[in-house]
């Protein structure tokens, strides 16, 4: 038989991550930028986080800008951010706010066809650097294909005014890698699914990094947000090497999915992957203590009370992950998880 495997592999080529790296927007325009306009998608908030910034460099050094400001990242929105950046013309996106308006501009970007940049002003999970957006359509949320940064400006003086319980959540996106590994060798193991080593190596060291350096994921410390940050660049190349995220998101995110279908507004996504992947963790036999001490130590709680969510809602979730994306298989299987249990798992963890 003749060999006949192939892969492509889209990364971001310029990747700014620092103190005061944001007027590096302008020579990365200057780069990537073929015609038409640029258009910044940014959130009320996250505008004067870091929108108008942009704005104002990349006027002043003569490029037509336009802003569209929105909120959540759901099917409606995407319509208006289309029809919109249609209308302007647009040649350049720009992504300049936390989770949901990078992934609107992601979103847009890939179905316009034009370069996408991303600046993010929440360190709070590895979309900021992956392809893949998350778009909620009434009831349910669906990850999409959308395009991978071609610049990533991460600057650590902007992403330090978030709130500390992003930084958090953000670390532990990454630190659930770890859970999402043993799921993608298991289907592997199962299913004869594609396994990347090199892929899964790089998305292994971000989590171990931040799990080793948990004690140094502080609040107010600019070079506790450098620390996570990296990491979460380093997941995202990870999913870039798989074409996939599979790297990053497994069971942890299929429970993290069901809990925000379930439960939205209380708990952010970084902190349902935290308690996802501590049970995943005990599924699979290996050392959920270790992850909960890990996220005891940055002050990160797993205890679903403390996100208002009611036990019988974090337990119908476990039961229930695996529906969420069939085709992704994991320790949670292809059958509903009896409510006993799901509960009992929950219990012993200490997560209800
Ligand atoms: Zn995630």
Redesign the pocket.
């Known amino acids: 038989m003749e060999f006949e495997k192939f892969r492509t592999m889209q990364f971001p080529r310029d990747v700014y991550v620092g103190h005061g790296v944001l007027p590096n927007i302008v020579p990365v325009v200057a780069r990537y930028m073929r015609s038409g306009s640029i258009v910044i998608v940014t959130g009320n908030i996250t505008y004067d986080l870091a929108g108008k910034e942009v704005e104002s460099i990349l006027h002043d050094a003569g490029y037509d800008v336009h802003v569209i400001r929105t909120d959540r990242a759901n099917t409606e929105n995407l319509e208006k951010i289309e029809s919109l950046a249609k209308e302007l013309g647009a040649g350049l996106i720009i992504g300049a706010g936390g989770g949901t308006k990078i992934d609107l501009a992601k979103k847009t970007a890939y179905d316009f066809n034009v370069p996408f940049v991303s600046v993010p002003t929440t360190p709070s ?3 900021i650097a992956s392809p893949r957006a998350s778009i909620r359509r009434t009831g349910s949320t669906l990850s999409q294909e959308a395009s991978m940064p071609i610049a990533i400006i991460a600057d650590t003086a902007i992403l330090s005014r978030a709130p500390f319980k992003y930084l958090k959540a953000g670390a532990a ?1 990454v630190i ?1 890698n770890l859970t999402a590994l043993l799921d993608w060798k298991l289907s592997s193991r199962l299913h004869g699914e594609e396994y990347s080593s090199s892929s899964a190596a790089i998305s292994e060291y971000a989590a171990r990094e931040l799990l080793e350096k948990s004690h140094m994921v502080l609040e107010g410390v600019e070079e506790s947000v450098w620390l996570v940050t990296k990491q979460i660049l380093a997941s995202g190349t990870a999913m870039a090497i798989a074409g996939s ?1 599979r790297p ?2 497994g069971s942890e ?1 299929l429970i ?1 999915h069901a809990l925000e279908m379930a439960n939205p507004g209380e708990s952010i ?2 902190e349902q ?1 935290a308690m996802g992947s501590v049970v995943s963790m005990f599924l699979h036999g290996g050392d959920w203590q270790m992850l909960a001490s890990a996220y005891s130590r940055m002050g990160l709680s797993i205890k679903a009370k403390d996100y208002r969510i009611p036990d019988s809602v974090m337990i119908k979730a476990l039961s229930t992950a695996h529906s969420i994306r069939p085709e992704r298989y994991t320790i949670l299987g292809e059958k509903d998880i009896s409510l006993n249990a799901s509960e009992k798992a929950l219990e012993i963890t200490g997560i209800i």
């Open positions: 999970h590895d979309g996106d659930s995220s990053a998101s995110h993290a996504h970084g992957c």
